[in-house]
């Protein structure tokens, strides 16, 4: 049996493998954190199942500026609540990336999320994103 500090830090690993993931243009991987039935709630739209997961972050991928420059995601202020098989977590996240005079915030904003554990392995069953926190260098839709 597992320890709450075990099963909070595999709660953090889900959270990093997220940003790891979008920032390295893996969408796929990125849609496979969630369960089948998982929601990606953004700002831009919203996706249900792998599938539309998928579709929608290229999709807002795609609507980036040419030369727009590549973000970080960090995540921070974490507050995990593990019940059982089941978890809330609510975290802020800021994007970094270069601009003009050297690197800015790009965006920030708050993630709401409602973890699942299957198999053995946590997942996202619903991940809202505020974003609340835009700059002029980054004007793209992507999270």
Known sequence: MTTLSEEKDAIRELLSEYCFCLDGGRF??????????GVWHTAFGKAT?????????????????AGAPRGVHLVANLV????????GVLSNWVVVQNGPAGPVVGSGGAYEDD????????RFRY???DRFIA?????????
């Open 127 to 129: 991940r809202r994103i």
């Open 28 to 37: 796929a991987e990125m849609a496979a954190l969630f369960t089948q039935e």
């Open 115 to 122: 973890l699942v554990k299957q198999a053995g392995v946590w």
């Open 49 to 65: 199942g792998r599938d539309q997961i998928e579709t929608l972050v290229r999709k807002l991928h795609a609507m980036r500026p």
């Open 135 to 143: 700059a002029d260098v980054n004007p793209s839709p992507l999270i």
């Open 80 to 87: 995990i609540k593990v019940g059982g098989e089941a978890a």
